[in-house]
T-cell receptor, first 111, second 109 residues
Framework: SQTIHQWPATLVQPVGSPLSLECTVE??????LYWYRQAAGRGLQLLFY??????ISSEVPQNLSASRPQDRQFILSSKKLLLSDSGFYLC??????????FGPGTRLTVT | GQSLEQPSEVTAVEGAIVQINCTYQ??????LSWYQQHDGGAPTFLSY??LDGLEETGRFSSFLSRSDSYGYLLLQELQMKDSASYFC??????????WGAGTKLIIKP
């Protein structure tokens, strides 16, 4: 069966510090991978998606970046965090157009 | 632009039936999906409709009318554990989901 891992679960970082969130998927090959951000009480904002190794599409211009160094690994990074980067970060995978499967999420607070 | 509209909050009584509506306006359309998210948790997939009509999965059913750009999620025999936020999402031609803002379902005993 497929599983998706995401860490850390919570993170408190000062403004201007770097960020690295990692997501790995097991039990499937060549999945589409996604990074979302969700503000409290709001919907999901797509940040990046990837259809293969080294292929990253950005949906929202910002100080975040993503990389896919391996087929089932997706990394979200920032060189300098802003207060507005606080939120709930979710990684997801899919192999079809309708169903996406989410990791447990990382709750990031930038102070 | 692309948008999905769903009510921000719906209240219902335990054991009752509730319907959560979703209207959409998108440039591409492959299907309408529904997700459930409990407070503090990640969204989980519930159902999808690619064609017009009703799809039933246990206590949950989902309906789509492509001509009306409209769908709904129907929850029957409501249980307290169904208290959550429910999101509709449209699949576009790039295997991306365009998400609604979510409907918070409050269930009273």
């Amino acid at each position: 069966s497929q599983t998706i891992h995401q860490w850390p679960a919570t993170l408190v970082q000062p403004v201007g510090s770097p960020l690295s969130l990692e997501c790995t998927v097991e039990g499937t090959s060549n999945p589409n991978l996604y990074w979302y951000r969700q503000a409290a009480g709001r919907g999901l904002q797509l940040l990046f998606y990837s259809v293969g190794i080294g292929q990253i599409s950005s949906e929202v211009p910002q100080n975040l970046s993503a990389s896919r160094p391996q087929d089932r690994q997706f990394i979200l990074s920032s060189k300098k965090l802003l207060l507005s980067d606080s939120g709930f970060y979710l990684c997801a995978w899919s192999t079809g157009p309708y169903e996406q499967y989410f990791g447990p999420g990382t709750r990031l607070t930038v102070t | 632009g692309q948008s999905l509209e769903q009510p921000s909050e719906v209240t219902a009584v335990e054991g009752a039936i509730v319907q959560i509506n979703c209207t959409y306006q998108t440039s591409g359309f492959y299907g309408l999906s529904w997700y459930q998210q409990h407070d503090g948790g990640a969204p989980t997939f519930l159902s999808y409709n690619a064609l017009d009509g009703l799809e039933e999965t246990g206590r949950f059913s989902s309906f789509l009318s492509r001509s009306d750009s409209y769908g709904y999620l129907l929850l029957q025999e409501l249980q307290m554990k169904d208290s959550a936020s429910y999101f509709c999402a449209v699949s576009d031609s790039n295997y991306q989901l365009i998400w609604g803002a979510g409907t918070k379902l409050i269930i009273k005993p």
